[in-house]
């Protein structure tokens, strides 16, 4: 074998093995997330920040929703979730997690007001909210934290 042809072999085996240690090194240096009091903890997909709507144990299957308020497919596919939590009430657990898109003006705003609204029990009452008025508020350039700020007031009123 020609000396330019070991030189490959063994720089692709070098480039092999660096890699299989990077891998390694990652998944064991990896910090462990302790499990809290939060019921989402114990749930597999789920983190401390998830806001689990239907609990049905650690055990039942577990679907997780990244979701967007604004989005229009998420608001689309919103009654097809709320038609399966329905159908299978008590036995699977169902969470979501914001992934606000940057390109949506009002998302961030949107999943700080749901948050807010998480803060005092009343997180669902607003998930609901939010996806029911979205043609309202979606995919507009303006600011539209006052409207959520008065959604967060008919909630108190309730």
Same mark, same amino acid.
């Given at each position: 074998?020609?000396?330019?042809?070991?030189? +490959?072999?063994?720089?692709?085996?070098?480039?092999? !093995?660096?890699?299989?240690?990077?891998?390694?090194?990652?998944?064991?240096?990896?910090?462990?997330?302790?499990?809290?009091?939060?019921?989402?903890?114990?749930?597999?997909?789920?983190?401390?920040?998830?806001?689990?709507?239907?609990?049905?144990?650690?055990?039942?299957?577990?679907?997780?929703?990244?979701?967007? *308020?604004?989005?229009?497919?998420?608001?689309? *596919?919103?009654?097809?979730?709320?038609?399966?939590?329905?159908?299978?009430?008590?036995?699977?657990?169902?969470?979501?997690?914001?992934?606000?898109?940057?390109?949506?003006?009002?998302?961030?705003?949107?999943?700080?007001?749901?948050?807010?609204?998480?803060?005092?029990?009343?997180?669902?009452?607003?998930?609901?909210?939010? *996806?029911? +008025?979205?043609?309202?508020?979606?995919?507009?350039?303006?600011?539209?934290?006052?409207?959520?700020?008065?959604?967060?007031?008919?909630?108190?009123? !309730?």
């Amino acid at each position: 074998m020609k000396t330019p042809m070991k030189v +490959t072999l063994i720089a692709i085996g070098a480039v092999v !093995v660096l890699v299989i240690g990077a891998i390694i090194y990652t998944v064991s240096a990896r910090p462990q997330v302790p499990a809290g009091d939060n019921a989402a903890d114990a749930l597999p997909g789920a983190r401390s920040n998830s806001h689990v709507l239907d609990s049905a144990g650690p055990n039942a299957p577990t679907l997780v929703e990244f979701l967007d *308020f604004e989005c229009e497919a998420c608001g689309a *596919f919103y009654p097809y979730v709320e038609e399966i939590r329905e159908q299978y009430d008590g036995q699977i657990n169902y969470v979501f997690r914001y992934y606000p898109i940057p390109s949506h003006y009002n998302s961030m705003n949107a999943a700080l007001a749901v948050e807010a609204a998480a803060q005092q029990d009343r997180v669902e009452d607003m998930y609901h909210r939010m *996806f029911e +008025t979205q043609a309202e508020w979606g995919e507009q350039q303006v600011s539209k934290a006052d409207l959520f700020r008065s959604f967060a007031e008919d909630l108190g009123r !309730v």
